[in-house]
């Protein structure tokens, strides 16, 4: 089982920016990797994912602001977002999905971005 922790969330006003961590307790190498989020009223959504082979793919809600990215060697997800926007405001999960399963099996605790207008 790998852990995620996540880490990097916080209040930022509309139009600024903020990076997000996810450390992983084991090796990643081989792991589809990606950030949902989970807003109160709202559907989870999935903002962002990159394969092993460095693939990222964005919700339409997302693209063009946010930038995920992954260090292998230091078993590290990041998410970059910028030009925030209130409707960001939610708690960001790390997640995990291996090659052989359809669901993403691996979750952090979350972390709170807030974004103020």
């Known amino acids: 089982q790998v852990q995620l922790v996540e880490s990097g969330g916080g209040l930022v006003q509309a139009g600024g920016s903020l990076r997000l961590s996810c450390a992983a307790s084991g090796s990643i190498r081989s792991i589809t990797m990606g950030w949902y989020r989970q807003a109160p009223g709202k559907q989870r959504e999935l903002v962002a994912r990159?394969?092993?082979?460095?693939?990222?793919n964005y919700a339409d809600s997302a693209k063009g602001r946010f930038t995920i990215s992954r260090d292998n060697a230091k078993n590290m997800v990041y998410l970059q977002m910028n030009s925030l926007k209130p409707e960001d405001t939610a708690v960001y999960y790390c997640v995990g999905r291996r090659l052989t399963r359809v669901e993403y099996d691996y979750w952090g605790q979350g972390t709170q971005v807030t974004v103020s207008s």
């Open positions: 990159i394969t092993s082979g460095g693939i990222t």
